[in-house]
């Protein structure tokens, strides 16, 4: 498998594209390359050789769900559970680039999905869309909600 590539696949949140290129995804998505995408990841160990989690903000990182964060290195990261259906997918790579299947600001066209990704990953349940993940910022001292 080819990191490079762009993959639409059921994520844990909604149908998303996930690639290794942050910037072809920037180009499919027609967002500006200078804005952050956010980055899955397989565990608390491929977490901690991209970032430093604030020690006051630990807790709150290891026991969260589905939800964001960006850290003070300005770089965001959400960690999949083993539980979880993209589970399997993610571990293969252990790090990708994931955004939402769609134009930047829209809902979700399974015709635009289809058509700018490089590999359709199909599950048994498949592509449906569900709530985004929440988004906190982190600081050396505060935790503000984003979304």
Known sequence: MD???IYLVQTDTTVGFSSANDEKLSTVKRRPKLQKILQTVDSFKT???NTRIPKIHRKKVRNSKKTTFIYPNQKSFRIIPKDNEFYPFIHKFKNLYSTSANH???SFEEDFALANSD???YTKEG???KNSSSIYKLNRKKLRKIR
């Open 119 to 121: 590999v359709i990953v």
């Open 104 to 106: 930047t600001k829209k």
């Open 47 to 49: 977490l901690k050789e």
């Open 3 to 5: 990191s490079k590539l």
């Open 127 to 129: 592509f449906h869309e």
